[in-house]
């Protein structure tokens, strides 16, 4: 069964460091999202992707936060300088048109 | 844009118990999807469901788009069973994203 992939799955890093995340959606899949979700509460997107174009980004923090998605497959979110309130799992998702399906995530820690 | 509330918020039962969640949302949604957020973190599908009731084994859903609302039955709750349960439907503004309730946090004792 085909999923999304996501990777790392965990990262440590300090205050003001840059820090990556990667995210393959299900080949086939022309949407993708990228989510964050802070403990005890559901995601929250972060920007929305269809192929290459940006569809939604307006709850990314643009001025440390960029998204990428090249050859609208696989996708890139970059964080810098990352800030201690960053420490939160991303998720990533992609969409057949009905449903989304998850990948496993990243959980970052800022310290 | 769309409010989603979930009930309870947090649920302990005894392994073999029956549950009810509950879905409330601000608008009219033509998607609602039920996920399961297992101790590790990964977001797993349960039901796409925008109206109507499906079932899959010992979970049902059931949506009633008119009314604003989607509600999920676990039977013979098991320990497996334990995570947060999310729904989730479209924002307003953008057609394919989608907004999450808070959860509810579901523990089944053993």
């Known amino acids: 069964e085909a999923e999304v992939a996501q990777s790392p799955r965990y990262k440590i890093t300090e205050k003001s460091q840059a820090v990556a995340f990667w995210c393959d959606p299900i080949?086939?899949?022309?949407?993708l999202y990228w989510y964050r979700q802070i403990l005890g509460q559901g995601p929250e997107l972060l920007v929305q992707?269809?192929?290459?174009?940006?569809?939604?980004d307006s709850q990314l923090p643009k001025d440390r936060f960029s998204a990428e998605r090249l050859k609208g497959v696989d996708s890139t979110l970059k964080i810098q300088p990352a800030e201690l309130g960053d420490s939160a799992m991303y998720l990533c998702?992609?969409?057949?048109?009905?449903?989304?399906?998850f990948g496993p995530g990243t959980r970052l820690t800022v310290t | 844009g769309i409010q989603v509330e979930q009930s309870p918020p947090d649920l302990i039962l005894q392994e073999g118990a029956n549950s009810t969640l509950r879905c409330n949302f601000s608008?009219?949604?033509?998607?609602l999807q039920w996920f399961h957020q297992n101790p590790w973190g990964q977001l797993i599908n349960l039901f796409y469901?925008?109206?109507g009731t499906k079932q899959n084994g010992r979970l049902s859903a059931t949506t009633v788009a008119t009314e604003r609302y989607s509600l999920l039955y676990i039977s013979s709750s098991q320990t497996t069973d334990s995570g947060v349960y999310f729904c989730?439907?479209?924002?307003?503004?953008?057609?394919?994203?989608?907004?999450f309730g808070p959860g509810t946090r579901l523990s089944v004792l053993p």
């Open positions: 469901i925008p109206s």
């Open positions: 998702a992609s969409t057949d048109g009905y449903e989304q399906y």
């Open positions: 992707f269809q192929d290459e174009s940006v569809v939604d």
């Open positions: 080949s086939g899949h022309a949407t």
């Open positions: 989730a439907v479209p924002g307003v503004n953008y057609g394919q994203n989608f907004v």
């Open positions: 608008d009219s949604v033509n998607n």
